[in-house]
């Protein structure tokens, strides 16, 4: 005779399974959608707003790691053009644009940076699913600097490495791919199957 037959539960502390739940537990059971609000029957995980909080600042902690990491080897370096000897021929034009550039950089820098601190200011706080709100903001912004800092960084090295004719086309399409890759195929992806999902 099963557990539930005989009335006995679990003897290890732990709540059942409930019936209707794949292996991994995302799924919840048949009508429990209606019995929660919309959100959560969307979001598709049983969890607590602090269980969800503590889950997004995982993945994101994740994603500004990769980040982070080009971020910090482009500053570095840009900060070390200026010392080379190739630094005093450049134009004007191009040395504004290696200022424009490494101020960028700095600014991506901190952005992404950010969360980390913020983070550790509010920690104990109580105040999780803010801090991830914020951080995310944060993340996003430095995403959108390195955008431009990578654009401003190819503009420069393009026109010390080849003819000033053809720069701005080759830097219109390094720019179309960043933001082909980074926003476009995202936001496609996320209205074609958020759609699907709620079919």
């Given at each position: ?5 005989t009335?006995?539960g ?6 059942e399974r ?5 292996g991994?537990?995302d ?8 019995a929660?609000?919309d ?7 049983d969890?607590?707003a602090?269980e969800?909080?503590?889950?997004q600042?995982?993945?994101?902690m994740?994603?500004i790691?990769?980040?982070q990491?080009?971020v910090?080897?482009l500053?570095?370096f840009?900060?070390t053009?200026?010392?080379t000897?190739r630094?005093e021929s450049l ?12 101020v960028l950089g ?7 940076i950010?969360p980390?601190?913020?983070?550790r200011l509010v920690a104990?706080?109580?105040i ?6 914020w951080?995310?903001r944060?993340?996003f912004i430095?995403?959108l600097l390195l ?7 190819l ?7 080849t ?10 399409g390094v ?11 995202p ?13």
């Amino acid at each position: 005779m099963t557990d539930r037959e005989t009335g006995r539960g679990r003897d290890d502390g732990r709540p059942e399974r409930q019936e209707g739940m794949h292996g991994d537990g995302d799924t919840p059971r048949e009508g429990e959608e209606a019995a929660r609000g919309d959100g959560e029957a969307e979001r598709g995980r049983d969890e607590t707003a602090e269980e969800r909080a503590d889950r997004q600042w995982q993945d994101l902690m994740q994603e500004i790691r990769v980040v982070q990491t080009g971020v910090q080897i482009l500053l570095g370096f840009l900060l070390t053009v200026v010392f080379t000897p190739r630094y005093e021929s450049l134009s004007s034009a191009d040395k504004g644009i290696y200022v424009l550039t490494v101020v960028l950089g700095s600014l991506a820098t901190g952005a992404l940076i950010g969360p980390v601190s913020f983070h550790r200011l509010v920690a104990g706080r109580r105040i999780k699913p803010e801090t991830v709100a914020w951080a995310s903001r944060l993340t996003f912004i430095g995403i959108l600097l390195l955008l431009a800092t990578l654009t401003t960084a190819l503009v420069l090295i393009l026109r010390v490495a080849t003819d000033n004719a053809i720069v701005p086309w080759l830097v219109a399409g390094v720019l179309a791919w960043y933001l082909l890759c980074w926003f476009a195929l995202p936001l496609w992806a996320r209205s074609r199957y958020t759609a699907k999902r709620r079919e």
